[in-house]
């Protein structure tokens, strides 16, 4: 079905999105922190002090929190044969609004960043009512 690869391709661009993430928060902190502290075990497990690391290391465990849900509604969708109508058009919010929301961080733009926020949890409530209705 159409809407399964396209729902598909949209898990994938979550994914890629996470990788994203993960990447900015490693530089970030590597260049704070040094190659020798992130080789290490970490067993201080401080936050990172910069501005720059801080933020990256906050979006990432924000992404982390969503991303879940957002995964498994993907998957209930094409195993429903539902990944169409609303629960696609949510799915494409999500990635849209998450995918602004990580530079919208990293400069520390407040108030966009929080209607990014709202945009992608309003994308996963219309996944989620497309699974359920």
């Known amino acids: 079905m159409a809407g399964d690869a396209a729902m598909a391709a949209l898990g994938v661009a979550g994914v890629a999105l996470l990788l994203v993430h993960i990447t900015a928060q490693v530089v970030s902190v590597t260049a704070e922190r040094g190659s020798a502290w992130n080789a290490g075990p ?17 979006a990432l465990r924000n992404f982390q929190e969503t991303f879940p849900a957002f995964a498994l509604l993907a998957v209930m969708l094409m195993v429903l044969q539902r990944a169409d109508g609303i629960g ?39 996944m989620a009512l497309r699974a359920v209705f």
């Open 88 to 126: 696609l058009l949510g799915a494409q919010i999500w990635v849209a609004a998450r995918v602004i929301y990580l530079p919208l961080y990293l400069a520390g733009i407040p108030y966009l960043r929080t209607l990014a926020w709202l945009a992608s949890l309003a994308g996963i409530l219309l």
């Open 42 to 58: 970490r067993d201080e497990g401080s936050a990172p002090h910069g501005r720059f690391a801080g933020r990256a290391d906050r």
